[in-house]
């Protein structure tokens, strides 16, 4: 099991043939990262993409991780309110991770997402000390959780007041 790397151009004019090879490999393949770029030269213009890949068979001899964790619905772990930041947690996660063109699982898994949640952590240090997080991902993406935890625990707390 080894990563691999394809390299693809794709023209913007007459990208029949291209576009049929890509979507071919994409099915025989597992894709771990993407990189996109669209390279502007007038008529002859085309995007560049880069695959990082592992064949699918490999994909599959390698996922005995995946197997022996047992999957956690987080709907039946966690109380509807906490739930309702952790979907906008995940949602907030599903952008920046599309920004970044990297795999969510990157940037907070979801067992690391209930934490922050169920504890409200307000603050860095606090996400830093999240196993797996460490400082450098708490310090890029902590103020992006705190804001989201903390906008949506105080119209959780006014509703509740309201009541």
Same mark, same amino acid.
């Given at each position: $099991? ?6 693809? $151009? ?6 029949? @043939? /291209? %576009? =049929? ?11 771990? /990262? ?5 390279? *502007?030269?007038?008529? %002859? /213009? ?5 695959? %990082?890949? $592992? ?6 001899? =390698? ?17 509807? &309110?906490?739930? #309702? ?25 979801? +067992?690391?997402? #209930? ?6 952590? =307000? ?7 999240? &196993? ?10 902590? +103020? @992006?959780?705190?804001?989201?935890? *903390? ?6 707390? %006014?509703?509740? #007041?309201?009541?």
């Amino acid at each position: $099991m080894s990563i691999q790397y394809k390299f693809f $151009m794709i023209p913007v004019k007459n990208n029949q @043939d /291209s %576009e =049929t090879e890509l979507n071919e490999f994409l099915k025989r393949v597992r894709v771990v /990262s993407i990189h996109r770029e669209f390279v *502007s030269q007038g008529n %002859e /213009s085309f995007f560049s993409i880069i695959l %990082e890949y $592992m064949d699918k068979q490999a994909a599959s001899n =390698t996922s005995d991780y995946s197997k022996s964790k047992p999957r956690i619905d987080y709907r039946e772990v966690l109380s509807p &309110e906490n739930f #309702a930041i952790f979907s906008k947690l995940r949602d907030w996660r599903k952008e920046a991770a599309a920004k970044e063109s990297v795999p969510v699982y990157t940037i907070f898994k979801n +067992d690391q997402l #209930a934490q922050i949640v169920e504890k409200r952590f =307000t603050t860095k240090a606090d996400i830093s000390n999240i &196993e797996g997080v460490g400082e450098a991902r708490a310090n890029k993406y902590g +103020d @992006d959780v705190i804001k989201i935890v *903390s906008e949506n625990t105080a119209s959780n707390d %006014e509703a509740t #007041a309201n009541e």
